[in-house]
T-cell receptor, first 119, second 113 residues
Framework: GAVVSQHPSRVICKSGTSVKIECRSL??????MFWYRQFPKQSLMLMAT?????????EQGVEKDKFLINHASLTLSTLTVTSAHPEDSSFYIC???????????????FGSGTRLTVV | QKEVEQDPGPLSVPEGAIVSLNCTYS??????FMWYRQYSRKGPELLMY??SSGNKEDGRFTAQVDKSSKYISLFIRDSQPSDSATYLC?????????????WGAGTKLIIKP
């Protein structure tokens, strides 16, 4: 299959601190990973596209200095929420696809998500 | 107009009923069509995946794509309470790993015992 692992599943942090979320592809190499944010009862909102070895591409309206993305290897992308504030509280989800024939078979796989609460 | 339109519901049906979920889209270039199921506080799970037009069946689930009408459907037969979840449609121009998915809003489905 195509498995994506995301950690932590839940984190509570104090306002002003930074939080790192990890997304790993376990059985395939992912040159590209996607980071989404989801508000309650709403669909997924693409935040940024993470590219291995290069800078991430951020969607309009997403602050790249607040949401730092690092894709240092073909199996790991991290999202760091810097100087978190209560309005950053949300459900963050990563996604990746093996691409090619494997991708066409399994499509895009999602991590289990990280619920961030900033107090 | 959004690229992908999906009624957010909620859609409430009795157990055993046939459920029909739908999405319409505007970009005729979309080739890959997916249905994801998302339980509360979990990541989306790929349910059905179809390339181009046609039908695909997997157990109680059938996905249909009508590219001429730019309309996709997911049918659930013999619905069960465990099917209660949010169902999101998604589509893409390509399944190469750097292509992003375009999402519907998601339909919340409630199956009443």
């Amino acid at each position: 299959g195509a498995v994506v692992s995301q950690h932590p599943s839940r984190v509570i942090c104090k306002s002003g601190t930074s939080v790192k979320i990890e997304c790993r592809s376990l059985d395939f190499q992912a040159t590209t990973m996607f980071w989404y944010r989801q508000f309650p009862k709403q669909s997924l909102m693409l935040m940024a596209t993470s590219n291995e070895g290069s800078k991430a591409t951020y969607e309009q309206g997403v602050e790249k200095d607040k949401f730092l993305i690092n894709h240092a290897s073909l199996t790991l992308s991290t999202l760091t929420v810097t100087s978190a504030h209560p309005e950053d509280s949300s459900f963050y989800i990563c996604s990746a696809s093996p691409g090619g024939g494997h991708g066409r078979k399994y499509g895009y796989t999602f991590g289990s998500g990280t619920r961030l609460t900033v107090v | 107009q959004k690229e992908v339109e999906q009624d957010p519901g909620p859609l409430s049906v009795p157990e055993g009923a046939i459920v029909s979920l739908n999405c319409t889209y505007s970009n005729s270039a979309f080739q890959y069509f997916m249905w994801y199921r998302q339980y509360s506080r979990k990541g989306p799970e790929l349910l059905m995946y179809t390339y181009s037009s046609g039908n695909k069946e997997d157990g109680r689930f059938t996905a249909q794509v009508d590219k001429s009408s730019k309309y996709i459907s997911l049918f659930i037969r013999d619905s069960q309470p465990s099917d209660s979840a949010t169902y999101l449609c998604a589509m893409s121009l390509s399944m190469d790993s750097n292509y992003q998915l375009i999402w519907g809003a998601g339909t919340k489905l409630i199956i009443k015992p």
